[in-house]
């Protein structure tokens, strides 16, 4: 599917696990720039080896959306 989304950045909430990581998946297979927030420290781990799948990239930062502080903080990475 051609979502037409090549070059585009989204940023996945929860994107260590699930839903947000198969997500992830999908968007890297549409030629989007990830970034994957996620409160789990393995966010970072679990998207480092999908770096350039699909001539994509993945950056997982550790972030509580539920904080304002750390969302704030995650905009600034």
């Known amino acids: 599917m051609d979502l037409e989304?090549?070059?585009r950045v989204a940023v996945v909430t929860g994107a260590a696990?699930?839903?947000g990581l198969?997500?992830?998946h999908s968007l890297l297979a549409e030629?989007?720039?990830v970034v994957g927030w996620?409160?789990?420290s393995s966010v970072d781990t679990t998207l480092s080896p999908l770096q350039g799948f699909s001539g994509a990239t993945a950056t997982g930062i550790l972030c509580d959306i539920t904080d304002h502080a750390?969302?704030?903080q995650?905009?600034?990475e």
């Open 5 to 7: 989304l090549t070059g």
């Open 17 to 19: 696990s699930g839903i």
């Open 22 to 24: 198969a997500t992830v």
């Open 31 to 33: 030629g989007c720039r």
């Open 38 to 40: 996620d409160r789990a």
């Open 70 to 72: 750390s969302v704030e």
């Open 74 to 76: 995650a905009l600034q």
